[in-house]
């Protein structure tokens, strides 16, 4: 203060009083002094010049000191301003202390105390304006640290309400800072988590009870967006009232999130690396530099059949080796990772445990370098040292094959044609020893090409399977069936050539189409048969149908009956079913219509119905027309209760059943030898199909062996139409096996649940030839994870058939669409293509046994047994199927529909 002369702006109408005044506080040497008679004047010297304080007269012309204190305070705020004057009017007190002056000061008595209080106010008034100018710096200074830092800060004033939020916590928020810069009346509980509002409350009493210096705590925040931020909120009280009440709370908001977000993933990792530790297949063990256990995995425990309590504190000689020795086993490459600080291995035989393992052991180091722990990992080889030993046993087998099979085998360089290797059979048909042929060229030695036409190496055939010839040493030519492959053998291209001697093959080709002309007019007699069975069974739906038509308009008697067997009502078809008219009868008993012998079990019926109460009585009693003719009546009738559930008679329906039950007994006569002619059938069909069977077999399996001896084009043409004939016959005959097994079985047996995807996948790819073929490609929209319970053999069978019909009738690069998905109880399952489609005369037909087709979609090999069987397959797993096509060329959809498994759900 000594330093730096306070400047005071000294106004007063009083001339003498002021150069007084200036005098006297300039005397001390800490006052610098200018005065004016007028605050109109005073306010244009503030205009220009700057002061430390002002001190002002109250009663003065043209403008007040009140008056002059307001300008005052609008233009320079809050500099210091001391109302020095002779006026003591309280009124004139208060108001100048509502304008904002900062001391107030009466002239009168001693002058010299007088300005010794003067220059006391003036300096204290500085001296507080000066604090309070540095304390609102420092707090700026401060916001603007904590703002830059990225950690918000709140300021609440308990007395005045008024709370102060960061622009940071609002930002940390969500919020844009003017939208709550300052909130009034404020609860900070509407902020915080409600789980943690109870605990913020009792950490907020242990501070104010004086248990901790600061108010600290983690919690979730509220975002605008609804969520919840982890933040840090650290605070202090700075301000009490005389009542030692918290007047004014400051503190600090630190965003937290990430921490937590790590702290989370760190105890994932922990968790992860805790859960993969303890699964790992290996046995691993966590020691210390001493070899004793600190933990071990599962795989450890397993492999010593002993709990993780007594395995932890061991050392790994005692429970791997011996449990009595005293140092490790010989080789431990833990003492050798020791000397090398890094991971050793060494293979080492367990004896106790009669196995065989890699061990390696990793250090893992601290802070300062040292080894900490260790990691060990055994690798049980046992079972690879059996597998050599048995690969040296399959060398053996495989030489001991190559040695004693019948076919020739020749080894032979791909790039010279150096004979590399035979095996006996070769040698014995080339006529030389094994010495002899090794090393040879196989051109004009034992192959008739000449050297440059090779079919695999300069022909560039894939393989060579045909009709052959052997050269012999000694001149002769031998036919044979050859094939050859190549591969790489010791990093050498070969040729693998084998064959087999073809001479007594020829022979079998007029037998085998001997054969196909016996199995061609079987065929015919079989379809023959065949039409006449579906014709009987068309007969019998007509008549059926004509009978369930019959039912269905007869007309019925309607009655009502009192609870003694009284007629209360009759409808008019009595008279035509009994003779009688509605009114002879009404008030007489049932029983009186009925043939004596059988009055006694009616009643009986009736009383059967007043204890039973509830449910449908239905039986047939025989009754007298009134022409005295016996008729049949089928009665149907249930009891009639009233609101006390007493019955109070009985309602029923009669129809005259005589002629049905004739025409039953003549229908049931018809359905028996209709069902014995099917069985005939079935039987006949089972038979046919197994002697068609019988033979085919062994013609199937000899004709690619047929095939193979074959050069003649033309002939080898013949043979392979013959061989798809026999494959047709041969599918035919298990097609028919299967429909008439099918036939005779109500359910199926196996069922389990499967997922529909791997269901499609396996059609698919039984088909994925034919698709290749054909350059159709397969969409596969099925949804994973639907379950369905079927029989996996038939389900396959409906799949990769309905798939191979659509490949089949696809155009060329046309495209099958497949989808799986769930509808309402079912799952359905839909495949469609973009063929020739269905004709509309043709889609109920399909279904039929030997239904081939129009010409359109005929199939030269269709058997007319493929979508039959399917619908008897998908009806047997409670299901149906529908096709669909909108019109010719515009492709077909078939849809199977199968219950769910998971209805309940």
Same mark, same amino acid.
């Given at each position: 203060?000594?330093?730096?002369?306070?400047?005071?702006?000294?106004?007063?109408?009083?001339?003498?009083?002021?150069?007084?005044?200036?005098?006297?506080?300039?005397?001390?040497?800490?006052?610098?002094?200018?005065?004016?008679?007028?605050?109109?004047?005073?306010?244009?010297?503030?205009?220009?010049?700057?002061?430390?304080?002002?001190?002002?007269?109250?009663?003065?012309?043209?403008?007040?000191?009140?008056?002059?204190?307001?300008?005052?305070?609008?233009?320079?705020?809050?500099?210091?301003?001391?109302?020095?004057?002779?006026?003591?009017?309280?009124?004139?007190?208060?108001?100048?202390?509502?304008?904002?002056?900062?001391?107030?000061?009466?002239?009168?008595?001693?002058?010299?105390?007088?300005?010794?209080?003067?220059?006391?106010?003036?300096?204290?008034?500085?001296?507080?304006? %000066?604090?309070?100018?540095?304390?609102?710096?420092?707090?700026?200074?401060?916001?603007?640290?904590?703002?830059?830092?990225?950690?918000?800060?709140?300021?609440?004033?308990?007395?005045?309400?008024?709370?102060? %939020?960061?622009?940071?916590?609002?930002?940390?928020?969500?919020?844009?800072?003017?939208?709550?810069?300052?909130?009034?009346?404020?609860?900070?509980?509407?902020?915080?988590?409600?789980?943690?509002?109870?605990?913020?409350?009792?950490?907020?009493?242990?501070?104010?009870?004086?248990?901790?210096?600061?108010?600290?705590?983690?919690?979730?925040?509220?975002?605008?967006?609804?969520?919840?931020?982890?933040?840090?909120?650290?605070?202090?009280?700075?301000?009490?009232?005389?009542?030692?009440?918290?007047?004014?709370?400051?503190?600090?908001?630190?965003?937290?999130?990430?921490?937590?977000?790590?702290?989370? +993933?760190?105890?994932?990792?922990?968790?992860?690396?805790?859960?993969?530790?303890?699964?790992?297949?290996?046995?691993?063990?966590?020691?210390?530099?001493?070899?004793?256990?600190?933990?071990?995995?599962?795989?450890?425990?397993?492999?010593?059949?002993?709990?993780?309590?007594?395995?932890?504190? $061991?050392?790994?000689?005692?429970?791997?080796?011996?449990?009595?020795?005293?140092?490790?086993?010989?080789?431990?490459?833990? /003492?050798?990772?020791?000397?090398?600080?890094?991971?050793?291995?060494?293979?080492?035989?367990?004896?106790?445990?009669?196995?065989?393992?890699?061990?390696?052991?990793?250090?893992?180091?601290?802070?300062?370098?040292?080894?900490?722990?260790?990691?060990?990992?055994?690798?049980?080889?046992?079972?690879?040292?059996?597998?050599?030993?048995?690969?040296?046993?399959?060398?053996?087998?495989?030489?001991?094959?190559?040695?004693?099979?019948?076919?020739?085998?020749?080894?032979?360089?791909?790039?010279?044609?150096?004979?590399?290797?035979?095996?006996?059979?070769?040698?014995?048909?080339?006529?030389?020893?094994?010495?002899?042929?090794?090393?040879?060229?196989?051109?004009?030695?034992?192959?008739?090409?000449?050297?440059?036409?090779?079919?695999?190496?300069?022909?560039?055939?894939?393989?060579?399977?045909?009709?052959?010839?052997?050269?012999?040493?000694?001149?002769?030519?031998?036919?044979?069936?050859?094939?050859?492959?190549?591969?790489?053998?010791?990093?050498?291209?070969?040729?693998? /050539?084998?064959?087999?001697?073809?001479?007594?093959?020829?022979?079998?080709?007029?037998?085998?189409?001997?054969?196909?002309?016996?199995?061609?007019?079987?065929?015919?007699?079989?379809?023959?048969?065949?039409?006449?069975?579906?014709?009987?069974?068309?007969?019998?739906?007509?008549?059926?149908?004509?009978?369930?038509?019959?039912?269905?308009?007869?007309?019925?008697?309607?009655?009502?009956?009192?609870?003694?067997?009284?007629?209360?009502?009759?409808?008019?078809?009595?008279?035509?079913?009994?003779?009688?008219?509605?009114?002879?009868?009404?008030?007489?008993?049932?029983?009186?219509?009925?043939?004596?012998?059988?009055?006694?079990?009616?009643?009986?019926?009736?009383?059967?119905?007043?204890?039973?109460?509830?449910?449908?009585?239905?039986?047939?009693?025989?009754?007298?027309?009134?022409?005295?003719? +016996?008729?049949?009546?089928? %009665?149907?009738?249930?009891?009639?209760?009233?609101?006390?559930?007493?019955?109070?008679?009985?309602?029923?329906?009669?129809?005259?059943?005589?002629?049905?039950?004739?025409?039953?007994?003549?229908?049931?006569?018809?359905?028996?030898?209709?069902?014995?002619?099917?069985?005939?059938?079935?039987?006949?069909?089972?038979?046919?199909?197994?002697?068609?069977?019988?033979?085919?077999?062994?013609?199937?399996?000899?004709?690619?062996? $047929?095939?193979?001896?074959?050069?003649?084009?033309?002939?080898?043409?013949?043979?392979?139409?013959?061989?798809?004939?026999?494959?047709?016959?041969?599918?035919?005959?298990?097609?028919?096996?299967?429909?008439?097994?099918?036939?005779?079985?109500?359910?199926?047996?196996?069922?389990?649940?499967?997922?529909?995807?791997?269901?499609?996948?396996?059609?698919?790819?039984?088909?994925?030839?034919?698709? +290749?073929?054909?350059?159709?490609?397969?969409?596969?929209?099925?949804?994973?994870?639907?379950?369905?319970?079927?029989?996996?053999?038939?389900?396959?069978?409906?799949?990769?058939?309905?798939?191979?019909?659509?490949?089949?009738?696809?155009?060329?690069?046309?495209?099958?669409?497949?989808?799986?998905?769930?509808?309402?109880?079912?799952?359905?399952?839909?495949?469609?293509?973009?063929?020739?489609?269905?004709?509309?005369?043709?889609?109920?037909?399909?279904?039929?046994?030997?239904?081939?087709?129009?010409?359109?979609?005929?199939?030269?090999?269709?058997?007319?047994?493929?979508?039959?069987?399917?619908?008897?397959?998908?009806?047997?797993?409670?299901?149906?199927?529908?096709?669909?096509?909108?019109?010719?060329?515009?492709?077909?959809?078939?849809?199977?529909?199968?219950?769910?498994?998971?209805?309940?759900?």
């Amino acid at each position: 203060m000594s330093r730096n002369l306070l400047r005071v702006l000294y106004v007063d109408d009083e001339t003498v009083l002021l150069d007084l005044a200036k005098m006297f506080l300039e005397r001390t040497l800490e006052f610098s002094v200018d005065v004016t008679e007028s605050a109109v004047d005073a306010l244009e010297i503030l205009s220009r010049k700057k002061f430390d304080a002002i001190v002002s007269d109250y009663q003065m012309p043209v403008m007040n000191g009140i008056e002059f204190l307001i300008h005052v305070r609008e233009k320079l705020g809050n500099i210091p301003f001391i109302l020095f004057t002779g006026k003591g009017r309280e009124e004139v007190v208060i108001k100048a202390i509502d304008s904002g002056v900062d001391f107030y000061l009466q002239k009168g008595g001693d002058a010299k105390s007088q300005f010794a209080e003067l220059a006391h106010k003036i300096k204290k008034s500085v001296e507080q304006n %000066i604090a309070i100018k540095t304390l609102e710096e420092n707090e700026n200074r401060m916001r603007l640290i904590l703002d830059g830092a990225k950690e918000g800060h709140w300021d609440v004033n308990f007395q005045s309400g008024e709370i102060y %939020i960061s622009p940071r916590v609002w930002e940390m928020l969500g919020y844009l800072h003017e939208e709550m810069h300052k909130i009034r009346k404020f609860n900070w509980k509407t902020l915080v988590h409600p789980d943690e509002i109870q605990m913020a409350e009792e950490k907020l009493q242990e501070y104010y009870s004086g248990k901790h210096d600061f108010f600290s705590m983690e919690l979730r925040l509220s975002t605008k967006n609804g969520g919840w931020k982890w933040a840090f909120v650290r605070g202090k009280v700075v301000e009490y009232d005389n009542d030692n009440n918290p007047v004014r709370f400051v503190g600090t908001v630190t965003d937290i999130s990430e921490q937590k977000k790590a702290e989370a +993933e760190l105890q994932l990792v922990k968790k992860d690396w805790e859960a993969i530790f303890r699964a790992i297949g290996n046995p691993i063990c966590i020691l210390d530099p001493k070899h004793t256990i600190i933990d071990a995995n599962d795989a450890v425990l397993s492999l010593t059949g002993r709990p993780l309590n007594e395995i932890i504190g $061991l050392k790994c000689w005692n429970l791997f080796h011996d449990p009595k020795a005293s140092s490790f086993a010989p080789g431990c490459p833990m /003492e050798t990772m020791k000397k090398s600080g890094r991971t050793e291995s060494a293979v080492m035989k367990v004896e106790a445990m009669d196995r065989i393992f890699i061990v390696s052991c990793t250090p893992v180091f601290n802070d300062d370098g040292n080894i900490a722990r260790i990691i060990h990992i055994s690798t049980d080889i046992t079972e690879n040292q059996k597998l050599e030993q048995d690969l040296k046993e399959n060398r053996d087998y495989l030489d001991q094959i190559f040695s004693s099979v019948k076919e020739g085998i020749v080894i032979v360089d791909a790039n010279t044609h150096e004979i590399l290797d035979v095996n006996p059979a070769a040698a014995l048909m080339i006529g030389a020893k094994k010495e002899e042929i090794i090393h040879q060229v196989c051109h004009n030695f034992i192959c008739p090409n000449e050297k440059g036409k090779c079919p695999i190496t300069d022909l560039n055939e894939a393989d060579d399977d045909a009709e052959r010839e052997l050269c012999t040493v000694n001149g002769n030519r031998i036919p044979i069936i050859k094939y050859v492959v190549p591969f790489t053998h010791k990093g050498r291209e070969c040729l693998l /050539e084998t064959f087999i001697d073809n001479s007594e093959r020829k022979k079998t080709l007029d037998e085998l189409i001997a054969a196909y002309e016996r199995i061609k007019e079987s065929e015919e007699e079989l379809r023959a048969q065949y039409q006449e069975l579906t014709v009987l069974k068309n007969s019998l739906e007509d008549n059926e149908r004509k009978l369930r038509a019959i039912i269905e308009t007869t007309p019925d008697v309607i009655w009502d009956l009192s609870p003694d067997g009284t007629f209360t009502y009759l409808s008019p078809q009595s008279y035509d079913i009994l003779g009688y008219r509605p009114e002879e009868k009404i008030g007489s008993k049932l029983v009186d219509l009925v043939k004596p012998e059988h009055r006694e079990e009616v009643i009986e019926v009736i009383k059967k119905g007043m204890l039973g109460r509830t449910g449908l009585l239905t039986f047939d009693i025989p009754c007298i027309h009134k022409d005295g003719r +016996e008729i049949i009546l089928n %009665i149907r009738s249930s009891p009639l209760i009233d609101d006390d559930n007493n019955i109070i008679g009985f309602r029923g329906v009669s129809q005259d059943v005589t002629e049905k039950e004739k025409i039953l007994s003549d229908l049931r006569e018809q359905k028996y030898q209709s069902e014995l002619l099917i069985e005939q059938k079935d039987i006949f069909l089972n038979q046919l199909a197994h002697d068609l069977r019988t033979p085919l077999t062994p013609i199937i399996g000899m004709g690619p062996l $047929l095939l193979q001896g074959i050069t003649d084009p033309d002939a080898r043409e013949l043979v392979e139409i013959f061989l798809k004939s026999v494959e047709y016959l041969h599918k035919l005959a298990e097609d028919i096996l299967m429909y008439a097994d099918l036939n005779r079985t109500w359910t199926l047996d196996s069922f389990e649940n499967y997922d529909m995807s791997d269901l499609i996948s396996d059609a698919i790819d039984a088909n994925l030839y034919l698709a +290749e073929q054909k350059e159709v490609f397969i969409e596969n929209a099925a949804l994973p994870g639907i379950m369905a319970r079927v029989s996996k053999p038939y389900a396959r069978v409906v799949f990769r058939n309905l798939i191979n019909n659509a490949v089949k009738y696809s155009p060329p690069k046309g495209k099958v669409s497949i989808k799986v998905y769930l509808s309402g109880q079912n799952i359905v399952v839909s495949i469609s293509d973009e063929g020739i489609g269905i004709p509309p005369e043709s889609i109920d037909k399909i279904w039929n046994e030997l239904f081939i087709g129009s010409s359109s979609r005929m199939d030269p090999f269709s058997k007319g047994f493929g979508l039959p069987i399917v619908k008897k397959i998908v009806e047997l797993h409670d299901g149906r199927i529908e096709a669909f096509s909108e019109s010719s060329m515009k492709g077909a959809t078939f849809t199977v529909y199968l219950p769910r498994t998971d209805k309940d759900t």
